[in-house]
Every structure is written in structure tokens, then in C-alpha cells.
């Protein structure tokens, strides 16, 4: 039972994590990440494939046992109370289907009436979450028939069935078309606006830029930035600086003079030859055009323009989200699920 005397009212914090830390032999996958998730909110946690972003989300739900550091879920330790974590959580991903011959609705009146919910209630709750993510129409269809979207609108649906006052979303809209990802952006949506609160990890810029009231960006780890996407934008600049050079064994040098002559860090992103830089002051421009045609650096393009999420990331570790995807390490498998 959940103690009386801690309620779940939006003015509180729905996540509290201090120091988390996970390691897997060598790889110390999570690094003293620390989190302030407030109830009632969106709050994505942003960072590319081996970051730490699942590891944390499986500390979080009680799946797998920090090395060190501390969390609570509403006020309740995921290390000294597990059993009552698990009651306050919903994880998508944890849900597999009972058998792929069945239906969508069999396979949610099964989950439902594993949850305890009687056998009427259990079919007015499928019918519910079906029609909420638009499955309606394939209510009767196997789900070894269901696209990849479909599954994860199902995955989610299932998730909600006890209605959970905070739910963990690991990359819901990986792989999805835009028409799908986009559904599941306005269902995120309403899932706050009817009471929850929502900790998604994500790659895409954009999905945490739309969606999100605050922002964690975490690389190799750590958590190397934390605000709403206005703050992180304003943190690198008023503007930023997009150039790319015709020649590729150019751009260190280009590189160089951007960082002389703005006085900032600039960064190299995926596309051959393409500059990035934040700025304070637009005038400086025209110095660096200056300088660049005295070095005989020949520019393919050049724009200023607002400052991105993808420039957050590009200015504050040094490479795109997507560009780390390949060098990261990987995150290992749990191998330890709390009693």
C-alpha cells in the first residue's frame, strides 16, 4: 500500500535522482547523473545511442540496481521501495505480447486482467486505450500483422492500462513514419494534460524541442546541460553561425578562424565541411569574411541563423547527436531487477 501521507499532487517532484551511477566492467555507463523531474510535466532527457539515457530510465523503474547514488519516485527510494515504485510507473518496451496470434484486444484484455481489473472492466479498458491510439480498426488483427508503429502505439496503450502516474517513454518514436511519430506526440500530450507525468529519452532534437517543458542532455554519462529549450538555446548564443568551405582539407583552418575571430567554440557536424558556431554579435560576420578570403578559404554557403537544440549539443560536447551514435559504447544489458 502507498503510504497516506505522501500524496502525488503536481506541485511536487515526480523524479529525484542524486549521483546515479551504473557501471557494466569497464563501461561506466551512467556517471553521477543527477535529475529534478516535477509532476505534471514533459521532461526529456536527450543524448545519442550509448549515452546513459536507458540505463537511467532502468534505474529509475526499479529494473536494475544503481551502483551508487540515490532516486525517489514521489517521494518513495527505488532501492528501499521497489514494490510500491512499480505501482506509480508505467515503462513502455516492458510489455510483451502474450501470444502474436492473438488480437490487439485479446492481448490488452489479458494485460488488464493480470492488472486485477474484472472481466467487463477489462474490455471497456481495451476498447478505451484502442480507440485512444487509433487502433480501432485493427482491434481483431494479430499482432504478428501490426506494423512497427502500431506495436508501439500498442506497447504504449498498454503501459496506461492501470493509468500510472508517471510513465517512462524509452525512445517512443524511434523508426516511426512522421504521421505516426506525430500521433504519438499529441497522445504524449494528452497523457500530461489528463494528470501523468512524462520522462521520455530521446536522439531526436526536434522531439524534445516540441514536447518537453525541460530538457536534460546527457553525453558519456553525465548530464552536461539541464533547462527549458529556450534556456539551453539562449546558453549558446543569440545566434549561430552555419558555414561550409568548398574544399574539405579547408575546414580545420576555417574552423580555426571562426573560433579567432568570434571568440567561441565552433564544431564540425556530420555533413563534409560544415561549420558550426554560436553568436552574440551578427556584425562579426563581416570580419570573418575578411579573414577568410585573406587565408583564401573559399566558402560553399554561409548563414546566421537562430540558435538550434542541435547547436546546444554541437557547441557544449563537441559533436551531433547522431554523429556519437557510432563511437558510443553501447549500453549493456541489466542484469540485476530490484526484489
Given at each position: 500500500?502507498?503510504?497516506?501521507?505522501?500524496?502525488?499532487?503536481?506541485?511536487?517532484?515526480?523524479?529525484?535522482?542524486?549521483?546515479?551511477?551504473?557501471?557494466?566492467?569497464?563501461?561506466?555507463?551512467?556517471?553521477?547523473?543527477?535529475l529534478q523531474v516535477r509532476a505534471g510535466t514533459i521532461y526529456a532527457v536527450l543524448g545519442p545511442n550509448g549515452a546513459g539515457k536507458t540505463t537511467t530510465i532502468r534505474m529509475l523503474?526499479?529494473?536494475?540496481?544503481?551502483?551508487?547514488?540515490?532516486?525517489?519516485?514521489?517521494?518513495?527510494?527505488?532501492?528501499?521501495?521497489?514494490?510500491?515504485?512499480?505501482?506509480?510507473?508505467?515503462?513502455?518496451?516492458?510489455?510483451?505480447?502474450?501470444?502474436?496470434?492473438?488480437?490487439?484486444?485479446?492481448?490488452?484484455?489479458?494485460?488488464?486482467?493480470?492488472?486485477?481489473?474484472?472481466?467487463?472492466?477489462?474490455?471497456?479498458?481495451?476498447?478505451?486505450?484502442?480507440?485512444?491510439?487509433?487502433?480501432?480498426?485493427?482491434?481483431?488483427?494479430?499482432?504478428?500483422?501490426?506494423?512497427?508503429?502500431?506495436?508501439?502505439?500498442?506497447?504504449?496503450?498498454?503501459?496506461?492500462?492501470?493509468?500510472?502516474?508517471?510513465?517512462?517513454?524509452?525512445?517512443?518514436?524511434?523508426?516511426?513514419?512522421?504521421?505516426?511519430?506525430?500521433?504519438?506526440?499529441?497522445?504524449?500530450?494528452?497523457?500530461?494534460?489528463?494528470?501523468?507525468?512524462?520522462?521520455?529519452?530521446?536522439?531526436?532534437?526536434?522531439?524534445?524541442?516540441?514536447?518537453?517543458?525541460?530538457?536534460?542532455?546527457?553525453?558519456?554519462?553525465?548530464?552536461?546541460?539541464?533547462?527549458?529549450?529556450?534556456?539551453?538555446?539562449?546558453?549558446?548564443?543569440?545566434?549561430?553561425?552555419?558555414l561550409r568551405v568548398q574544399r574539405a582539407h579547408e575546414v580545420d583552418g576555417a574552423k580555426r578562424l571562426v573560433e579567432h575571430t568570434l571568440g567561441v567554440k565552433a564544431a564540425l557536424?556530420?555533413?563534409?565541411?560544415?561549420?558550426?558556431?554560436?553568436?552574440?554579435?551578427?556584425?562579426?560576420?563581416?570580419?570573418?569574411?575578411?579573414?577568410?578570403?585573406?587565408?583564401?578559404?573559399?566558402?560553399?554557403?554561409?548563414?546566421?541563423?537562430?540558435?538550434?537544440?542541435?547547436?546546444?549539443?554541437l557547441t557544449i560536447t563537441g559533436h551531433g547527436v547522431k554523429e556519437n551514435e557510432n563511437s558510443a559504447s553501447h549500453e549493456a544489458e541489466p542484469e540485476e531487477v530490484l526484489a
Open positions: 500500500m502507498v503510504k497516506e501521507n505522501k500524496t502525488l499532487g503536481r506541485g511536487e517532484w515526480a523524479v529525484e535522482a542524486r549521483g546515479l551511477v551504473k557501471t557494466f566492467g569497464d563501461n561506466r555507463a551512467v556517471d553521477g547523473v543527477d523503474a526499479t529494473l536494475l540496481r544503481p551502483d551508487a547514488g540515490s532516486a525517489s519516485i514521489f517521494g518513495y527510494d527505488v532501492k528501499k521501495e521497489p514494490q510500491i515504485v512499480r505501482q506509480l510507473i508505467g515503462v513502455t518496451g516492458q510489455y510483451a505480447s502474450v501470444d502474436e496470434s492473438l488480437s490487439a484486444t485479446e492481448n490488452l484484455i489479458i494485460f488488464s486482467r493480470l492488472l486485477g481489473l474484472g472481466r467487463g472492466e477489462a474490455r471497456r479498458k481495451a476498447s478505451e486505450l484502442l480507440e485512444e491510439f487509433g487502433l480501432t480498426e485493427a482491434a481483431k488483427r494479430p499482432l504478428k500483422n501490426f506494423s512497427g508503429g502500431m506495436r508501439r502505439r500498442l506497447d504504449l496503450a498498454a503501459s496506461l492500462i492501470a493509468q500510472p502516474p508517471l510513465i517512462f517513454l524509452d525512445e517512443p518514436t524511434t523508426g516511426l513514419d512522421p504521421r505516426t511519430r506525430a500521433q504519438m506526440w499529441e497522445t504524449i500530450r494528452r497523457l500530461v494534460k489528463t494528470g501523468s507525468t512524462v520522462l521520455l529519452t530521446t536522439q531526436y532534437l526536434d522531439e524534445a524541442d516540441q514536447l518537453a517543458d525541460r530538457i536534460a542532455v546527457i553525453d558519456r554519462g553525465h548530464v552536461v546541460a539541464e533547462g527549458t529549450a529556450d534556456e539551453l538555446k539562449a546558453s549558446v548564443g543569440t545566434s549561430s553561425l552555419h557536424s556530420a555533413e563534409a565541411g560544415k561549420i558550426t558556431a554560436p553568436m552574440s554579435d551578427a556584425d562579426k560576420v563581416t570580419d570573418l569574411l575578411i579573414a577568410l578570403r585573406t587565408a583564401g578559404i573559399h566558402l560553399a554557403e554561409i548563414s546566421v541563423l537562430k540558435p538550434t537544440l542541435d547547436e546546444v549539443f
